[in-house]
T-cell receptor, first 114, second 113 residues
Framework: NAGVMQNPRHLVRRRGQEARLRCSPMKGHSHVYWYRQLPEEGLKFMVYLQKENIIDESGMPKERFSAEFPKEGPSILRIQQVVRGDSAAYFC????????????FGNGTRLTVT | GEDVEQSLFLSVREGDSSVINCTYTDSSSTYLYWYKQEPGAGLQLLTYIFSNMDMKQDQRLTVLLNKKDKHLSLRIADTQTGDSAIYFCAGFIYGGSQGNLIFGKGTKLSVKP
């Protein structure tokens, strides 16, 4: 009974490159959320998706960041032209439905931009 | 101010009880949550309480909710060194975006042998 699976665990990118982070939700979960955690901080919401739909992207930076959750396959968080300030831990969570079931988090992808 | 506030540090001796406190400005959450994060790891859902409950007990964990004072606490009985971690409380806020679970900055619990 696998939990939320994220890969890679660690990702190093040079400034200007693209970062692609993947997330497979728990079995039976159709809601996916992406959060970002800066050092010594709590988690900040980025985006909430259901299959093939972005429900809420109010926490996403307007430029360079995008997310998708296709009909088949994992959810992808994509960061184009990364900058040093993008270095953080990115966590994916999933839930069975929206506010009536708890979010279960993956172990995160730690992005380092050099 | 912050929507969810927690004290940043707590230090206890092994075997003592730990109480981690959290206050929030408002909540439309059906549930309020406690998550545990060990170094370099993701967030583990520890427990949660339904918003119309005052208390929930789960083995060594007791959650108390005071809706009038907007105060949530997590008590860990017989604290062990393995309980050393950062503990986050979280909930949705009234008028917040759907899916936008608001987290406190976390309380770092240190357990001394």
């Amino acid at each position: 009974n696998a939990g939320v699976m994220q890969n890679p665990r660690h990702l190093v990118r040079r400034r200007g490159q693209e970062a692609r982070l993947r997330c497979s939700p728990m079995k039976g979960h159709s809601h996916v959320y992406w959060y970002r955690q800066l050092p010594e901080e709590g988690l900040k919401f980025m985006v909430y998706l259901q299959k093939e739909n972005i429900i809420d992207e109010s926490g996403m930076p307007k430029e360079r960041f995008s997310a998708e959750f296709p009909k088949e396959g994992p959810s992808i968080l994509r960061i184009q032209q990364v900058v040093r300030g993008d270095s953080a831990a990115y966590f994916c969570a999933s839930s069975r439905d929206s506010q009536n079931s708890p979010l279960h988090f993956g172990n995160g992808t730690r992005l380092t931009v050099t | 101010g912050e929507d969810v506030e927690q004290s940043l540090f707590l230090s206890v001796r092994e075997g003592d009880s730990s109480v981690i406190n959290c206050t929030y400005t408002d909540s439309s959450s059906t549930y309020l949550y406690w998550y545990k994060q060990e170094p370099g790891a993701g967030l583990q859902l520890l427990t949660y309480i339904f918003s119309n409950m005052d208390m929930k007990q789960d083995q060594r964990l007791t959650v108390l909710l005071n809706k009038k004072d907007k105060h949530l606490s997590l008590r860990i009985a017989d604290t062990q060194t393995g309980d050393s971690a950062i503990y986050f409380c979280a909930g949705f806020i009234y008028g917040g975006s759907q899916g936008n679970l608001i987290f406190g900055k976390g309380t770092k619990l240190s357990v001394k042998p």
